[in-house]
């Protein structure tokens, strides 16, 4: 065969352009991440309660930053305060519990109760728009950890002790992990459901652009106030599975429910992955919670600076996600033959080119 | 169809567009000019929604919808483009006129959105590029996208905000046919455009606007020969000029009041 000259190299780009053909990415995305969550499934058997200590949160984090992908990935709104759905969950539990109530009416009532905040809550903040959304939302989380610290409910500033499950100790932790993989699972199906859905198509079209989405007939209040309560649900179940978890709820502070660090996670390990994808935000997740974990056990002194330069990285160079990159990466050309070395140096091409375009 | 019972929008204190009343025939073509600043754009945005006038009341078929929102009026059938386009700029040309299709045009499933979508492209000329995306287009084609999304929501009334600048010639030929060809499949239009050739072969009636006033409303010929709208366009000493040319020529032909196309006309055509 011919050296392929850089004329039928641009041939092939613009019939990539040009083909018309649908999208059927979602599939493989899902059938992927269910994979993904199937193959982290089977950490409990290897019987490693470190191991599987570790990845519960990982597992966690996949719900949390999968949660706030519905309003920050597909509406396009930078909230920086999910973590207030998180606590509320913890403390919706936490308060069941403690009136020794069945622990399932906790996980019942944790997404109600999450899901009306985020409604009457998105009602006013959602009026506001970029830098002062992000503000609102990060300040009413805040407010609202220091608020539910004030009232003493079973210990000092506000914190609950829980008492233990009953069960034997193995056997409580596998069951939490199943409990944030199952609602890891149910999430990825949201999502993909999301993605081919009349809704999701308004939240895209808010999201690239405001204007034209309400002059096109979309309703982008109502739809917006709709995506910020789909994202308070599956974070207050995982607020409620975590605060059992751990045995205490602790409003503030380092590792307390309303820590407004876990927000900052959620936004990062969405970008990381990429935003508003059916994949993005378990990958990013996946990565960025098992470095943190990783590192801050093995390479304590590295931990934070390791965590920042990938930050600026990400931020710099890859705005859009891995999934893009991974997308620029295999999407061929429909109608157009060719062997498979010239795909893969063709899609080098294009990842290398798309990676510059981004930086510098 | 549509009437405008004077609208006028202050920006602070600044008159944008001052007690505006107009009537949209249903079913014809209405061409909207101006100078730059004339608040041609804003008359737009304020049938359109995106603004609320200062005072006055806008109806559509009957109905007041001053205080609607912009997706209520383009669910009642009103549609509009964007001078500085808006496309979905990370979704692909057809994914940008299925929105319009499920949402404005009242399509639940996205397969009819879509079967429509493709028709819109079809008709617009956009078909073979369905793939690339919103902000992968050129001027031309980013005009047409905003066409075909608004086409895509199955509108009654069309609002055209300067589709045609920036185009070559041949493309202003295109627009003017597709214009034409929308309006004869019932759509009510109304065009504001600067490219002057284009907007009097396509209109019925041409609306003038000045400093944010009405300052003439006639059939196209009627309009462009009004000398407040050529003093509009191009300052009282060019029009003093031209009535003073125009009566020399008169009293040597004897014929002022139908005077044939001369040289001085092509400023008609000239202005983009």
């Known amino acids: 065969m011919a050296k392929p000259t850089p004329d039928r190299e641009i041939e092939a780009d613009a019939a990539l352009a040009l083909a018309p053909r649908e999208s059927k990415d979602w599939r493989w995305s899902l059938g992927l991440g269910i994979v993904i969550l199937a193959v982290i499934g089977l950490i409990p058997l290897t019987g490693d309660q470190s191991a599987l200590g570790m990845w519960t949160f990982i597992v966690m984090y996949c719900v949390l930053a999968q949660g706030w992908n519905f309003i920050g990935g597909f509406a396009g709104h930078a909230a920086f305060g999910n973590v207030a759905f998180f606590g509320i969950g913890a403390y919706t539990v936490s308060l069941v519990l403690e009136r020794n109530m069945p622990y399932l009416l906790g996980l019942v009532l944790a997404p109600i109760i999450a899901g009306l905040f985020a409604f009457l809550l998105g009602l006013p903040v959602l009026r506001l728009r970029g830098h002062y959304f992000a503000i609102a939302t990060l300040g009413i989380a805040e407010a609202l950890g220091q608020v539910i610290q004030s009232k003493n409910v079973g210990g000092t500033a506000g914190e609950i002790s829980l008492n233990p499950p009953g069960l034997n100790f193995e056997l409580t932790n596998s069951l939490f992990f199943y409990g944030f993989l199952v609602l890891s699972l149910l999430t990825l199906l949201g999502t993909t459901w999301l993605t081919r859905s009349r809704f999701g198509y308004a939240l895209v079209a808010i999201r690239e652009n405001e204007q034209a989405a309400e002059a096109l007939g979309i309703a982008t209040y109502w739809y917006k106030v709709g995506a910020f309560v789909l994202s308070a649900l599956p974070t207050a179940v995982a607020g409620g599975l975590f605060a059992y978890w751990q045995l205490s709820f602790d409003p503030v502070g380092e590792g307390g429910a309303f820590d407004v660090s876990i927000s900052v996670a959620m936004v990062l390990m969405t970008f990381l992955g990429g935003a508003g994808t059916i994949l993005g935000p378990i990958l990013g997740a996946i990565i960025i919670e098992y470095l943190d974990q990783y590192t801050s056990i093995s390479f304590t002194a590295i931990h934070g600076p390791l965590l920042g330069v990938l930050i600026i990285l990400v931020t710099i160079f890859l705005p859009q996600g891995l999934i893009r990159l991974v997308q620029e990466l295999i999407r061929a050309p429909a109608g157009v033959k060719q062997s498979y070395p010239m795909r893969v140096r063709q899609g080098v091409r294009r990842v290398t080119r798309f990676i510059l375009s981004n930086g510098i | ?272």
Not at chain 2, 16 to 30: H, Q, T, Y
Not at chain 2, 32 to 49: D, E, Q, R, Y
Not at chain 2, 90 to 108: C, S, T
């Open chain 2, 1 to 272: 169809m549509l009437e405008l019972e004077h609208i006028t929008k202050r920006f602070g204190g600044l008159p944008a567009v001052e007690d505006l009343s107009f009537r949209l025939r249903s079913g014809e073509v209405l061409g909207m000019i101006g100078p730059n600043g004339a608040g041609k754009s804003t008359a737009i945005s304020l049938i359109g929604g995106a603004l609320a006038p200062t005072s006055g009341t806008i109806r559509f078929q009957g109905r007041d919808i001053t205080r609607l929102a912009p997706h209520q009026r383009a669910l009642l059938g009103i549609a509009r483009t964007f001078q500085i386009t808006q496309p979905f700029a990370q979704l692909d040309i057809r994914e940008n006129v299925i929105v319009g299709a499920l949402f404005g045009g009242g399509v639940r499933s996205r397969a009819r959105a879509a079967r429509r979508a493709d028709a819109v492209l079809e008709r617009v000329g956009l078909a073979h590029k369905a793939r690339l995306k919103g902000d992968e287009l050129t001027v031309a084609d980013r005009k047409r996208l905003e066409m075909a999304r608004a086409l895509a929501t199955n509108p009654q009334l069309l609002l055209l905000d300067e589709v045609m600048a920036g185009l070559t010639p041949r493309e202003v030929g295109e627009a003017v046919g597709l214009i034409r060809e929308i309006n004869q499949s019932g759509v009510t239009v109304l065009v504001v455009e600067h490219v002057m050739r284009a907007i009097t072969g396509v209109s019925d009636r041409i609306l003038v606007l000045h400093h944010g006033r009405k300052i003439a409303e006639d059939a196209p010929d009627a309009v462009l020969s009004d000398p407040r709208v050529v003093e509009a366009y191009l300052g009282e000493r060019y029009a003093r000029q031209r009535a003073a040319d125009q009566a020399r020529r008169g009293a040597e032909t004897g014929s002022a009041a139908f005077d044939p196309p001369t040289p001085d006309d092509t400023w008609k055509e000239g202005l983009v």
